[in-house]
């Protein structure tokens, strides 16, 4: 694979794509992050949900590549995500790729996601948005085209801003749970498909993710328990979406939302026997951060 580097000090527009985070009390993990990818000349858009401004950006303010929404409260996911495709597609950009705070990459992901979108990405294909990860670890750096998906989360996403100025951008009434979800009916309704790329290096939804372990007969098992105020607000979001997409004749969208109830209940019911019957304790786990964010 030629390695494509971006070109630093570029003007608006010649990057291809523009890097987006959403951040709620950033650690210093991300403001590392964050350092490597204004360092490496590329622009980013930052949308701040926390309610009293992190003076971690003031590190960053002499940055003309950094454009940065605080507003001293917390308005959600979907209404940042919004907001920040929207001031993309003002900037000319044609594409966004936004990251959650907690995912981690690499300037070598963002270089391989520079060139899948130079060498192999074909607008005929349609897609609104493109996910890549690194679930394909033997073929990782293997510049391949995107496999065809139903749903997609937006952290590590490519985002066609056309597209999703088509489907109606994300929406701001889903808080956290069912915004993306949203998204991927919409973008389905409108015509636009979306994809995958399983090969791209160094990115990490993991390791930042807050797990449970428990030892059963000598063996460990990780796992994530959420809040029943979280499991509430999930399954109301994905039952509200399944009458919508009801409405909409989109059963298979119906379908999967109303299976992802049951998997998600069935899951985390587990996960909270695992506790009750064999204990559990946090998982700690350090990272070597500055090796992502190189």
């Not at 507003?71 to 995500?81: D, E, H, I, S, V």
Request: glycine letters at 8%; a negative charge.
């Amino acid at each position: 694979m030629e390695e494509v580097n971006p070109t630093l000090n570029f003007q608006e527009g010649q990057a291809g794509f523009i890097v987006c985070f959403v951040t709620y009390h950033p650690d210093q993990g991300f403001f590392e992050r964050l350092q490597s990818v204004l360092d490496a000349g590329y622009e980013v858009i930052v949308y701040d949900n926390t309610e009293v401004p992190d003076a971690g950006f003031e590190n960053n303010a002499g940055y003309r590549n950094l454009k940065l929404f605080q507003y001293g409260q917390n308005a959600g996911l979907g209404k940042a995500l919004k907001v920040l495709m929207m001031a993309a597609k003002e900037k000319s950009f044609e594409f966004a790729l936004y990251f959650d705070q907690d995912t981690l990459f690499s300037l070598q992901s963002l270089r391989y996601i520079t060139a899948w979108l130079k060498e192999v990405y074909d607008e005929n294909d349609g897609f609104a948005a493109v996910r890549f990860n690194s679930e394909q670890p033997d073929a990782t750096g293997q510049l391949l085209a995107s496999g065809v998906v139903r749903l997609l989360i937006s952290s590590g996403s490519l985002f066609r801003l056309e597209a999703l100025e088509k489907a109606g951008w994300h929406d701001e009434n889903y808080f956290v749970e069912g915004v993306d979800y949203k998204f991927c009916l919409d973008a389905h309704r409108t015509g636009f498909r979306l994809g995958e790329v399983r090969q791209c290096p160094d990115i990490d939804h993991e390791s930042l993710q807050p797990l449970e372990k428990s030892i059963v007969f000598g063996r460990t098992i990780l796992y994530r328990r959420y809040p029943m105020q979280r499991h509430l607000r999930f399954i109301t979001a994905l039952l509200r979406l399944s009458g919508i997409s009801l409405r909409q004749a989109e059963l298979v969208y119906a379908f999967i939302f109303v299976r992802n109830i049951f998997t998600h209940l069935l899951a985390q019911s587990g996960f909270y026997l695992l506790g009750l019957l064999f204990g559990s304790k946090r998982e700690e786990r350090s990272l070597d951060n500055q090796r992502l964010a190189s």
